[in-house]
């Protein structure tokens, strides 16, 4: 499979703990994004990589929450101190930067609760 | 910043009927692209529109950008069952991250 993959696929944690999860990009994609899915709503963008350079944090990504991409190749989102209001669906995306047209490719997503 | 409305929420039809879906945007988009997500799944890339006027098919889909680049359409005509998931709209103003419309949840009663 080429496409965008993401581990683990679900994640059950307590409230406080700390969680990462990973994100493996389309091989040749360059730009790497992660996004936050809620129940309902369309995913919401929380951060971008151009390579291994972390360009763009949405107000959304509070201190808890960091993300990586130490070698411009695959990425880990850790959040710090889970909080309840944390569990969503959490989308990783890739691309190829591009001119004029350029399609991000959703992985699988991992789906977090925090009780 | 920019906002990304889409109606409607949610679309019941019957099978064989046809299904629209309005995106508008609050800020003139550089480009939008549409997905569909099944219950479940994730987004999946269905298509990018990014002239003005732009009108793109794939078999029973169309889809519309408008004129200004503030608003965009998906239409399905004659609904299969294979058509149900939700439709999302995401639009990019410059920057590279996707802005994402509501969806509008489209179920089929067979």
């Known amino acids: 499979d080429t496409g965008v993959s993401q581990d683990p696929r679900h994640k059950i944690t307590k409230r406080g703990q700390n969680v990462t999860f990973r994100c493996d990009p389309i091989s040749e994609h360059n730009r790497l994004y992660w996004y936050r899915q809620t129940l309902g709503q369309g995913p919401e963008f929380l951060t971008y990589f151009q390579n291994e350079a972390q360009l763009e944090k949405s107000r959304l990504l509070s201190d808890r929450f960091s993300a990586e991409r130490p070698k411009g190749s695959f990425s880990t989102l850790e959040i710090q101190r889970t909080e309840q209001g944390d569990s969503a669906m959490y989308l990783c995306a890739s691309s190829l930067e591009g001119l004029l047209q350029e399609t991000q490719y959703f992985g699988p997503g991992t789906r977090l609760l925090v009780l | 910043g920019q906002q990304v409305m889409q109606i409607p929420q949610y679309q019941h039809v019957q099978e064989g009927e046809d299904f629209t879906t309005y995106c508008n945007s609050s800020?003139?988009?550089?480009?939008i692209q549409w997905y569909k997500q099944r219950p479940g799944g994730h987004p999946v890339f269905l298509i990018q529109l990014v002239k003005s006027g732009e009108v793109k098919k794939q078999k029973r889909l169309t889809f519309q950008f408008g004129e200004a680049k503030k608003n965009s359409s998906l239409h399905i005509t004659a609904t299969q069952t294979t058509d149900v998931g939700t439709y999302f709209c995401a639009g990019t103003q410059g920057a590279q991250k996707l802005v994402f419309g509501q969806g509008t949840r489209l179920t089929i009663n067979p």
């Open positions: 800020t003139t988009l550089s480009n």
